[in-house]
């Protein structure tokens, strides 16, 4: 598997193919198995994440602390905002939707990681259904985001007791904004600087889970790096060229990730989870928790 | 090397890829080490681990994995009632395995009894459901579950390494990797084969039946 952007998108351009293909080709060879195994497995995946979207949006889920729940619906049949009936707002709610599934000890698909779970199938399923995309697309992008997120994992961090929440929904954002920008048609430099884009604004993302539950902010978290994936994938389709290459934002968030403080690392020691409403929610509800 | 069936997924019961799927994983691996459900077992967790893992579900699910539950098996909501009928003892302890930055934040000492058989793994959680067992019984070990794992040890024994090698190639298994360790010179030999398919009960059986190999078991891939 590759351990940078840059040489995973050298090899796409020099086969004149898309970084789905270079990503499959890679686990195949890797892996022992073949491509069409690994789109199964892939495939299987998707069908999950569906099914956590469709679960999260029915509305009735909460999680055992009670903290969070019912949002997802709550967005998507809102009628106020300036997004309502776009693709922008009904990916808010789809990565909503997967979260709450999380929270509520469903299943889920961690990509990459059950804590950023709602991004990545928000991005896709929702620009997948705004453009009638088959699901082999959505498949293929899977691909290309697992080989964004295997880059993080050897050059950075996947785990937000190392690096924060960067590591968790940061590195799903990335996964989206390449993935989500291939799958539109980008081309493979596209993917990089989608993934740039989106890598730089969850720089110094922190992990403050409130008393260490996967619930707030995580869940609100989610929406907002689905956002900043959009976001990404619309200047990158523009042709918009991030400066600093995708890899080097990628180790930058590694470093950034080792030098934060522990009380912001998945401790609840820090963040929200030390502020006087932070305290009080987690102190009542970890006791709910241990009744229940 | 990382495959993009460990970054899309797993398929796991939530809360955390780390703190739920992850210690399962390391449960399942523990579980291993004696060949089956234990009768006792103590955990020990540390950094992150402890002080986050009671909202994630860490004792719940390192419970489920030592029952033989997998990240996406549904019952490990109630893994603690099930260890309870199941006859299974539990304890949880909070500890400090090392130094903050030697030792991973999400890491754990499991110690595991069954029969005659006790084990004790030290092992972490290191982010997207990805493990690593780092300690097998006081030898250091990079276990991380991603292959079916032959684990033993054996008196050392000159021309042991090559029986063994040849006992799992005449059964056509693939080994892609091989990792000995001593304590000390003359002292047990502590064997950790990484294989490309499982080895069968058959081949296990043969391995055991040598007469200088102590103990052996089967890890079973934990991973997509």
Redesign the interface.
């Known amino acids: 598997?590759y351990r940078s952007l840059a040489s995973a998108i050298a090899a796409a351009k020099a086969a004149n193919t898309t970084l789905a293909q270079v990503?499959?080709t890679a686990?195949s060879e890797?892996?022992?198995r073949s491509i069409d195994d690994?789109r199964g497995?892939?495939a299987?995946?998707l069908g999950?994440m569906r099914g956590a979207i469709e679960r999260g949006l029915a509305g009735d889920l909460r999680?055992a602390?009670g903290l969070v729940g019912g949002d997802a619906a709550k967005l998507a049949a809102s009628t106020n905002g300036p997004l309502v009936g776009t693709v922008f707002g009904d990916v808010l709610a789809r990565a909503l939707a997967v979260q709450e599934?999380?929270?509520?000890?469903?299943?889920?698909?961690?990509?990459?990681?059950?804590?950023g779970?709602g991004v990545?199938p928000a991005v896709l399923t929702g620009l997948a259904a705004s453009r009638h995309l088959a699901d082999d697309a959505v498949i293929d992008a899977?691909?290309t985001?697992?080989?964004i997120?295997?880059v993080v994992?050897?050059r950075a961090?996947?785990?937000?007791?190392?690096g924060g929440c960067q590591?968790e929904t940061g590195a799903a954002a990335g996964?989206a904004a390449g993935a989500g920008t291939e799958m539109l048609g980008g081309t493979p430099d596209q993917v990089g600087h989608a993934v740039a884009l989106a890598q730089q604004g969850t720089l110094g993302l922190v992990c403050d889970?409130l008393?260490?539950?996967?619930?707030l902010p995580c869940v609100f978290r989610n929406a907002t790096g689905a956002a900043i994936a959009l976001a990404a994938i619309e200047m990158a389709l523009a042709g918009i060229a991030f400066a600093i290459p995708a890899d080097e934002v990628i180790d930058t968030m590694g470093e950034i990730g080792q030098e934060m403080d522990?009380r912001y690392?998945?401790?609840?020691?820090g963040g929200l989870a030390a502020t006087p409403t932070g305290r009080r929610l987690a102190r009542e509800r970890?006791v709910q928790?241990k009744r229940s | 090397m990382v495959s993009l069936l460990d970054i899309i997924g797993p398929v796991m019961v939530g809360p955390s890829s780390s703190h739920t799927a992850g210690a399962c994983r390391l449960g399942l691996l523990a579980r291993g080490l004696v060949g089956g459900t234990p009768e006792r077992a103590h955990v020990e967790l540390h950094g992150s681990f402890a002080r986050t893992g009671e909202g994630h579900g860490t004792d719940k699910a390192i419970a489920g994995g030592l029952m033989g539950f997998r990240p996406d098996d549904e019952r490990l909501r109630s893994a603690l009632e099930i260890a309870e009928r199941e006859g299974l003892a539990y304890t949880f302890a909070k500890t400090t395995l090392g130094e903050e930055g030697l030792v991973h934040p999400n890491s754990v000492r499991i110690t595991v009894d069954r029969g005659d058989r006790e084990a004790v793994m030290t092992g972490s959680s290191l982010g997207a459901g990805r493990v690593m067992v780092t300690e097998i019984d006081g030898y250091p070990v990079e276990v991380s579950g991603g292959y079916d794992t032959l684990v033993l040890v054996a008196e050392d024994v000159r021309g042991s390494v090559a029986r063994i090698a040849n006992i799992l190639s005449d059964d056509g298994l693939n080994i892609a990797t091989l990792r000995l360790t001593r304590k000390q010179r003359g002292g047990d030999a502590f064997m950790v084969i990484e294989l490309d398919h499982a080895p069968s009960e058959a081949v296990r059986d043969e391995i055991r039946a040598l007469e200088w190999v102590r103990w052996a078991f089967r890890l079973d891939k934990v991973s997509a």
Do not use: F, K, Y
Not at chain 1, 157 to 162: D, V
Not at chain 1, 265 to 269: I, S
């Open positions: 598997m990503a499959l686990e890797d892996s022992g690994i497995a892939l299987r995946a999950i999680s602390s599934v999380n929270a509520a000890m469903g299943v889920i698909v961690a990509a990459p990681t059950a804590g779970a990545l899977l691909a985001a697992g080989l997120g295997a994992a050897e961090s996947l785990s937000g007791a190392e590591a996964m889970p008393g260490g539950l996967v619930e522990v690392r998945e401790t609840a020691g970890l928790i």
